[in-house]
DNA sequence: CGACATGTTGAACCTCATCAACCGACGTGG
DNA sequence: CCACGTCGGTTGATGAGGTTCAACATGTCG
């Protein structure tokens, strides 16, 4: 509120900050965090609106706040697949590269923490903590991504879109609301539309509704509205899912 | 040969390495490398051996010196995804987690440089170098962790057994006897049998026999037994694999 | 030479893509 | 206020691409 460069002050946003343990400044003292708050920036992005393109230089990397955005990749003749989901603590952009080889697009209102491109490499190489907290959470990208091949590459449609559901379904009771101990029915919000969730398989929207109204019938999921889902039988959507059960061999 | 533990000796292996410069450890100064030379054994693999699984504790890390090696996934009923090759300079092992996710599985003979884990992680916090050295690996891992998925989720049979060909082509042209400049041919050995192809693409043995026969009856590709491949039109090939021409819009 | 592994080829089948119609929600403008 | 177009989603009919099952070819090793 005030113009006052007192200590506290700049780091005010930082404390306020819903991600800040989470994100990739957790690993930051406060003194270090003086930095980052001074060169940091919210952001706001509508649905659908562009974050980075895979041509042009991106001009900034970022903490995702709230929202999610996805990452994806397209074919010269228009045929795209999703590489990734971005969530809360999640960060963006592609350190040590001039560009980042994504699209980014926000799938739904997203609010951003950025930091100018350059400022941020340089903080980058000045605390080895932060850049190892980005090594850290890179490994576990490329799991999910790999993770993720084995979905593409080897299940079926149903096994696909039952992934996906109970991916979420797992989200929404870690992250739901922390009051509710045991939550007998996770229900959550589809961040993504039809054709996203296509694009995320590597289906096409039709075999993506048949396979959904088929949970529904088979009442495994419940519909209320098209982007709102129940789970009540968590159980067998993680069993559609395959990859459950390490092998009861 | 000698047993003489003076200096120069202790840097003979690393000094002698082919893979030196290319491999992670080109960014330590000599003074530096000792150290690793120190915990360093080379170790050959046969075709078929298993390096790492994805049950227990990975107990090294280490460099492919030569060879090919194939990290797969595995469902529960035996479904099986490649999702990913490492070939000369790469390194081997998910540095920071207790189990690798993978399962490591020498695809030619494989000779490796290896670190044991508790050693390799020391040196790994003294020298920042190595670790981003690692890091701008990992990223590179990731990009094109996120191509396969494209070329899994949006790519036809044909598609898919062209760009494993291309990607093959393009290396054997960098890697190649550098002693020829212009390779009018590009020539290699497939370092897969069918059934490892097939994992990789995510189809079946048949498709991937098929798509080759095809390639091969239409002129693009040329076979000399089953391994051996030269590539006469690599101009075809590369616009069969999709991807190419970045977009003529 | 026979056994076994690897690769090829053929035929039938099935999953999923394609094409098309329809529905409901929403927003806009006459 | 209602007709209209649009957008996202669902459902149906049809067919192609890839899997499955099976037979056969080839090569290797004891």
């Known amino acids: 509120m005030s113009a006052s460069s007192d ?10 900050c819903a991600i800040r343990h989470q994100a990739v400044c957790g690993v930051l003292r406060d003194g ?13 992005f509508d649905v659908g609106q562009v974050i980075m393109t895979d041509d042009d230089r ?10 999610v955005i996805k990452l994806a990749k397209t ?17 963006v952009g592609r350190a040590y590269s001039e560009n980042n080889p994504y699209f980014a697009e926000a799938a739904t209102e997203v609010e951003l923490c950025c930091f100018p491109r350059d400022s941020f490499e340089s903080v980058l190489k000045e605390y080895p903590g932060l850049e190892h907290r980005l090594f850290e959470r890179t490994l576990d990208e490329l799991d999910s991504a790999r993770e993720w091949m084995v979905l593409l590459g080897r299940k079926t449609a149903q096994e696909k879109v039952a992934s996906f559901l109970f991916l979420l379904a797992k989200r929404s009771r870690l992250t739901g609301c922390p009051h509710v101990t045991a939550t007998p029915t996770p229900t959550f919000e589809l961040p993504l539309t039809r054709a996203d969730i296509a694009d995320y398989l ?8 048949r396979q959904i109204t088929k949970l529904k019938t088979t009442g495994v999921i419940k519909l209320l509205g098209t982007q709102h889902i129940a789970v009540p039988d968590f159980a067998t959507l993680g069993e559609l899912a395959g990859q459950e059960h390490p092998a009861i061999h």
């Open 7 to 16: 200590f506290s002050l700049d780091m005010g946003r930082c404390n306020a």
């Open 202 to 209: 590597g289906l096409t929207i039709e075999t993506v509704s």
């Open 75 to 91: 074919l010269p003749d228009g045929r795209q697949q999703i590489v990734g989901l971005l969530f809360a603590p999640d960060f």
């Open 32 to 44: 270090e965090l003086v930095r980052l708050n001074q060169i940091s920036r919210r952001r706001t």
């Open 58 to 67: 991106a001009e900034f990397f970022a903490n995702v706040v709230s929202g």
